[in-house]
């Protein structure tokens, strides 16, 4: 007879039990999700962790100090920095005021109306993400300094002024220039609200006797204010963070808000990282709260939907005969803020001093600032490393968001909640504040990437992943599991279904998360300004520097040579996106 033998509890029975469930576990998913999860960790958290460690310290990264609260008596202790916190809220909220004003007409005009040049309208409004901030700042300097400003200087000969009508370097001055420079976030985001709207609630409205400017406040824009809402918050969060308008307008008008109080902190012999840890915290915190905001009005968006499968039709409004005077409108509006400033640009880039646009400057245009950035040591190395860090952030955060968002779509569970969360978490963090995290960081541990590109480019990852995840989640979620499940019937292993299904229907959205992920990195100032250092300066702190300088004309060139760099990279992918891609 055969002996039967029981396993125990404990015996081996339950140890071959369990052994079996770690096999079943380690799948190349499961460990692949561990993985990202302890990648992100390391990105996103334990830089905030160090700032916190840093504000509690008496010394600065690699010196021996003690923890105290001084830090925070000090900063607190400081009525500047109240003025600095007020001024930070006006910025962003007047920030917001103009690029939502002129974002959401813009997006109204295009989805909802019949005006001409819709098209054109559209590429005006867009391009200018691919347009650097530092340029666009300095192009507005170049047209509205009290000094210098090339419309000042034709107002005044115009009017016969004694004084320049516009002065930049205030408050509002800095207002305008942030807000136009954003128009293209809130025009992208109110537009997808806008654009598959249900015509029949604008129809009731005309029908009873209401007019088009009447219609839009009370009909289009409250079914649009989840779009609008979150411009406002996006807008808001951008300004809240910005650097570049800050330091090369407002230190120059006296007008402090916390990015110019933290850059201070850092600068000079007298750095003070402590400090300056101090302030981060505070910004991390109030950038946090409006976050939470925006996930808590768009936990409750279902209510403003009005496409069902109840007759929906998109149609447009009939503008008649002001949709000419509409359409010229947005014409002007965005020539106004795009082309202006890149024309001057242009334009002093072929002059040997700064001089204000006439035909007889022109008999003077010269090549020679295009040499000297050619040329330069700084420029070139600049150049150089912003190119390297663009195309490498690009496609490694592409590839990174990727597989997260699609372990998340597919995957769903704690874990893959946990993991979105962290890789939502850099957006409230400015890149200044993450780049005094990541001076803690690599100053402590001994992982020697402090002062090379390496550090510029993990900073340029996590910055920027949580935009990128966006564009490859919404893309994930358009393919159905079915067909991985098909493939798996057929033999397919979890990678080669990945690269051979998957990839193919998604790479619309990986090109884009590459594109935005490096022109934005080849753009990027305000964690440069502290992680650049010599060989290891970038595009944005070239800039900086020659502009510091007094190098007008160089500047010019420099920036006129970047924008063809940025525009050869994005027509680059988009055509690799269209060749690789799945078409109908």
């Known amino acids: 007879m055969a002996q039967v033998t029981i396993a125990r509890p404990g015996g081996i029975g339950a140890a071959e039990t369990r052994l079996q469930r770690l096999l079943r576990a380690l799948t190349w998913q499961n460990l692949l999700l561990v993985l990202i999860i302890g990648l992100l960790i390391y990105m996103a958290l334990i830089p905030l962790g160090f700032l916190l460690w840093g504000a509690l310290r008496s010394a600065p990264p690699g010196v021996a100090g003690v923890f105290t609260l001084d830090n925070f008596a000090r900063a607190y202790g400081d009525l500047s920095l109240f003025t600095a916190i007020w001024n930070t809220i006006l910025y962003s909220l007047g ?95 109110v537009s997808a609200a806008m654009r598959s709207m249900d015509r029949s609630l604008e129809d009731a409205a005309a029908t009873s006797g209401s007019g088009v400017v009447r219609t839009f406040f009370r009909i289009t824009v409250p079914l649009a204010a989840p779009g609008i809402l979150a411009a406002c918050l996006i807008i808001f969060l951008d300004a809240f963070q910005s650097i570049e308008v800050p330091t090369l ?30 302030y981060g915290l505070l910004f991390v915190g109030l950038a946090a709260v409006g976050m939470l905001l925006y ?12 496409v069902t499968g109840k007759g929906y039709r998109p149609s447009r409004i009939d503008l008649r005969g002001w949709k000419y005077v509409v359409s010229a409108v947005c014409i002007i509006l965005l020539g106004l803020g795009i082309g202006l400033p890149l024309l001057i640009l242009a334009f002093e880039s072929f002059m040997p001093f700064y001089a204000m646009p006439s035909v007889e400057a022109l008999q003077t ?27 490498a952030a690009g496609a490694l955060t592409a590839s990174l968001t990727m597989v997260a968002a699609w372990l ?17 978490l850099p957006i409230s963090t400015p890149g200044i504040v993450l780049a005094i995290g990541l001076m803690w960081v690599y100053l402590t541990l001994p992982i020697r990437i402090y002062g090379t590109l390496w550090i510029l480019l993990i900073a340029y990852m996590t910055r920027f992943m949580p935009m990128a995840t966006r564009f490859t989640y919404t893309a994930i979620l358009q393919v159905h599991q079915e067909l991985e499940e098909a493939a798996a019937l057929c033999g397919g292993t979890w990678l080669r279904t990945l690269v051979r299904i998957t990839l193919p229907l998604i790479f619309p959205g990986f090109v884009t998360a590459f594109v ?22 970038v595009a944005s702190m070239a800039i900086f520097d020659l502009w510091n300088n007094g190098q007008t004309g160089p500047v010019a060139a420099f920036s006129v040579i970047i924008l063809a760099v940025l525009t050869t990279i994005v027509l680059i992918a988009r055509s690799v996106g269209t060749r690789i891609g799945v078409h109908a």
């Open 249 to 278: 307008i407002g230190l120059r008008g006296g007008v402090h808000v916390l990015s110019t109080e933290v850059y201070q902190a850092v600068q000079g012999i007298g750095a003070d990282v402590p400090l300056a840890s101090t």
């Open 95 to 189: 920030t917001m005021v103009v690029s939502v004003t002129i974002g959401t007409f813009i997006a109204w005009v295009v989805e909802r109306t019949n005006t001409p040049l819709r098209g054109f309208i559209y590429i005006l409004a867009t391009v200018r993400i691919i347009i650097p901030m530092m340029l666009a700042v300095i192009g507005w300097i170049m047209l509205l300094s009290p000094r210098i400003g090339l419309i000042n200087k034709v107002l005044m000969a115009i009017f016969g002024l004694s004084e320049a009508p516009f002065d930049l370097y205030t408050l509002p001055g800095m207002m305008w220039v942030e807000g136009i420079d954003l128009v293209p976030q809130t025009f992208l985001l």
């Open 365 to 391: 245009a010269t090549l020679d600032n295009y040499k000297f950035a050619l040329d330069y040591p700084l420029t070139v190395t600049a150049l150089k490393n912003s190119t390297l860090l663009a195309l």
């Open 295 to 306: 996930q808590q009005f768009t936990a409750t968006s279902s209510r403003f939907v009005t």
């Open 408 to 424: 998340t779509v597919r995957r769903r569970g704690i874990a893959t909640r946990v993991m979105d969360g962290i890789l939502f």
């Open 516 to 537: 935005y992920v490096a022109v934005y990195a080849f753009r990027e100032f305000s964690a440069s300004i502290l992680l650049s250092y010599s060989g290891t300066e």
